[in-house]
């Protein structure tokens, strides 16, 4: 190999390493080159896309405001059309006909009214195109949108529109539409308004051009983009362009919106690059849908984990208990309630079968018949229904239970899903209220009695002055013989004796009577007559109505059936009623013709349930007691049957308040009237026995 004279090598031995250094060079400008091309090819695709999207989108900003400048010429001709309604018919009578032709010509117009000054209207008509659009809410609701607009037409002397609004209709639809108010001017005077109701979807329909909305949607928007009336709409698309445009109306303003769906032109010159961007984009695709799978499989993980340890968190925090069984029986899910409720821990339970550890021994006969009607497809109640646990320390305790139907991915029933409520405390509350409710009910009966205690006294004094006059003249008789030697009367003695026994029932009664009003006994509901119920409160009645001159009558229909009911409670409301309406009569103030105040209490079968319908319904006896006295004041009367309110200035406020509550636990209704003349007349009703 030839050599230079100083040894250094010859150019042939320096070609390699300079080869090698090139096709480094070539490989680095050929990279260069197509990240240019690519580059320049991605450029190009981006600005001929650019470019033809800002000229669809110029073009679609035109035929939006074409669109627009149509719909308001065409509510510009509308207004002319309805200015001559008026010179050619100038009264209400003759201005129907040409209003309904104009309804029928113009199918925007849904309604026409012609409106005085004061907006009372003076004649109408509706479109035949949609007749009942203001039969299902009354036109008064929109009446102050109307006035509004009215306002302002009279301000600028030409036609102003409302707002527009959603109207319902009675086929359970509705319409958008928008109101347009035209003062109506007769020799320079206004002489009332016309009012044109227009249609939003008729105003698209009807004013559009249809050639230039093929294909491309159309609608009125409010400005945040929700939806008012709706055209047409674009083809189902991604990639769809809109134009907004402002249709200024006087008074209003809505947004018109024009949807297209964006063409799709080439995007490269020739197949080579056609080919090579296609490669590249399905490249770079396959590594974008590769990513988008990894990211998407992570979050999956992560909100599956995140929702598990969510429903555990909340599964964990409930109060209630929720069971989970499989068409077997067999318990497949507990919460930590339920197993506090029951006293088994979780382990205790899963994979439980018939019958269940908290089934009470005496009860596994009926629950297991009541699940095997379960299991055959009977429909669970709604609201639930009651049953007793027994805890793994023997104790029982009611619960509420509420199922549903388990139904897996494939619409197949697996089992029931129970949410268990324990209503121990509800069950303590309620007992508890119900022995206040005694307690108080027997507190109103001593304070009664305590008020009645004068009369009491009064009515005891005669049968025993009685008892002291007729015994000391049997003493006087035994007397006699002793003084004047002769035999005893007996025939005045044992008149004395009966006299004296008389007496002593006399007082007797009256003291029973007292006595069994106040004794508390236990809640017994039995067939009682009404007649009997009366006669029971009479004696203490006959006091109160003696001291006062008050004339009780009573009256029983014929064939009136029994009640059931507790006889004590029923005594002490009619005892309560009747001396409220004594003492609503005021001594010196007979309302009656024949001058004598007059408590009437009757008795009948309610009007409401005569029993006589096919087929027969429940018996139900009505009770009334009938005063004439004064009557109540509306204060009165709305807040009578308040706790604690009273109009006497000794009353606790309690009488009304527990005579309420002692017919509504009765299944009846306790209600009041004005009498006639005039006076109040106090009803409860009690279902027959």
């Known amino acids: 190999m030839p050599a230079h004279p100083d040894g250094t090598p010859t150019p042939a031995h320096a070609t390699p390493p300079v080869r090698s250094g ?122 102050p949108d109307v006035r509004q607009a009215c306002e302002s037409a009279q301000r600028v002397s030409g036609p102003s529109f409302s707002p527009s609004f959603f109207w319902p209709m009675a086929s359970g639809l509705g319409m958008e539409i928008i109101e347009m108010c035209l003062p109506v001017v007769r020799a320079g005077v206004n002489d009332g308004f016309l009012i044109a109701t227009y249609s939003l979807p ?95 499989r992570q979050r999956a993980e992560t909100e599956v984990a995140e929702a598990l340890a969510f429903r555990k968190a909340m599964e964990n925090s409930l109060v209630t208990g929720l069971r989970a069984r499989g068409m077997d029986g067999r318990v497949s899910y507990v919460n930590p309630a339920f197993c506090q409720m029951v006293g088994f821990e979780a382990d205790e339970l899963i994979g439980t079968g018939l019958p269940a550890p908290w089934w009470p021994p005496e009860l596994i006969d009926e629950y297991q018949q009541r699940l095997a009607i379960r299991l055959a497809g009977q429909t669970l109640p709604r609201e639930g229904y009651e049953s007793v646990f027994q805890r793994k320390d023997g104790t029982r305790f009611p619960v509420l239970i509420i199922e549903a139907p388990l139904i897996d991915a494939q619409g197949t029933q697996t089992g029931f899903m129970s949410a268990i409520l324990d209503l121990s405390e509800q069950r303590r509350v309620e007992e508890l209220n119900r022995a206040s409710q ?75 009577s007292v006595a069994d009003f106040v004794r508390r006994r236990e809640q017994v509901r039995e067939a009682v007559a009404p007649e009997s119920l009366i006669e029971a409160i009479m004696p203490l009645l006959t006091l109160q109505s003696k001291k006062l001159g008050i004339r009780v009558q009573t009256s029983v229909s014929p064939g009136c059936p029994p009640v059931l009911c507790d006889r004590t409670m029923v005594e002490q409301v009619l005892l309560n009623l009747a001396r409220n309406g004594m003492q609503a009569m005021p001594e010196g103030d007979p309302p009656t013709a024949s001058g004598r105040r007059v408590l009437t209490l009757s008795v009948g079968q309610s009007r409401l349930h005569s029993g006589e319908e096919d087929p027969p319904r429940k018996v139900w006896v009505e009770f009334a007691v009938t005063d004439h006295g004064r009557g109540l004041s509306d204060e009165v009367r709305d807040k009578l049957f308040t706790p604690f309110f009273t109009t006497k200035a000794e009353g606790m406020g309690l009488g009304l308040s527990l005579c309420r509550t002692v017919i509504e636990q009765h299944g009846g209704a306790l209600t009041h009237e004005p009498a006639q003349p005039r006076g109040t007349v106090f009803r409860f009703t009690l279902p027959g026995a």
Request: hydrophobic share 45%.
């Open 438 to 512: 005694e307690r108080l009910q027997a507190t109103a009966r001593l304070a009664t009695v305590g008020e009645m205690a004068s009369l009491l006294s009064h009515e005891l004094n005669q049968p025993l002055a009685a008892i002291a006059s007729y015994a000391s003249g049997t003493l006087n008789l035994l007397d006699e013989p002793a003084d004047m030697g002769q035999g005893l009367p007996t025939s005045d003695l044992r008149q004395a004796m009966q006299r004296i026994s008389e007496q002593a029932d006399r007082a007797g009664r009256v003291i029973k």
């Open 22 to 143: 090139l096709r480094s060079r070539r490989w680095l400008l050929w990279g260069a080159l197509l990240l240019l091309v690519a580059a320049l090819l991605g450029v190009l695709v981006f600005l001929a896309g650019e470019y033809e999207e800002g000229r669809d989108q110029a073009a679609l900003d035109r035929d939006a405001a074409t669109v627009a400048s149509d719909i308001r010429s065409g509510l510009v001709r509308n207004v002319q059309t309805l200015q001559s309604l008026h010179s050619v018919a100038p009264t209400p009578d003759s201005w129907l006909d040409p209003a309904a032709e104009v309804l029928s010509a113009q199918r925007e117009l849904v309604r026409l009214e012609w409106r005085d000054s004061a907006l009372r209207l003076l004649a109408h008509r509706d479109s035949v195109y949609v007749a009942d659009l203001f039969s299902y809410l009354p036109r008064e609701q929109a009446l």
């Open 202 to 296: 008729g105003l698209l329909s009807e004013f559009s051009n249809k050639e230039l909305l093929r294909g491309r949607g159309l609608a009125f928007t409010e400005v945040d983009g929700t939806r008012l009336a709706l055209h047409s709409s674009a083809p189902g698309s991604r990639r769809t362009q809109v134009a907004n445009t402002l249709l200024d109306l006087p008074g209003h303003t809505l947004m018109l919106r024009l949807e297209s769906p964006r063409r799709v032109a080439g995007l490269f010159p020739n197949v080579l690059t056609a080919v090579v961007g296609a490669l590249s984009l399905a490249l770079l695709a396959v590594m974008a849908l590769f990513g988008r799978d990894m990211r998407r």
